[in-house]
Nanobody, 124 residues
């Protein structure tokens, strides 16, 4: 089992930045791809970004490309999501998730382990 814990959420003004962290306890996610997803009130959970276990491959949703950066120093350290130029449309609960499969995938259903989420609120 892998337990994931997100941190770093909060309230920020439009144009500001936040960095989210996703840490693993129990079994590490050293061989897993890790993704970030978000869910706004009344909306479905949506893909934000994913990074391969090696850190060499990343994919971003079009809505965050150029503003958000997903990273990991090595397969054992937290996975980070640096969020810049935030807008009110980025307001959501952000979740990290781990995928035991090969490659990097963007669909919610592929992910095996999920954190509890961290709230990000961007004021206008």
């Amino acid at each position: 089992q892998v337990q994931l814990v997100e941190s770093g959420g909060g309230l920020v003004q439009a144009g500001g930045s936040l960095r989210l962290s996703c840490a693993a306890s129990g079994r590490t996610f050293s061989s897993y791809a890790v993704g970030w997803f978000r869910q706004a009130p009344g909306k479905e959970r949506e893909f934000v970004a994913v990074i391969s276990w090696s850190g060499r491959t990343t994919i971003y949703a079009d809505s965050v490309k150029g503003r958000f950066t997903i990273s990991r120093d090595n397969a054992k350290t937290p996975v980070y999501l640096q969020m810049n130029s935030l807008t009110p449309e980025d307001t959501a609960v952000y979740y990290c998730a781990a995928d035991q499969g090969l490659g990097v995938r963007v669909g919610v259903s592929w992910y095996d382990y999920w954190g509890q989420g961290t709230q990000v609120t961007v004021s206008s």
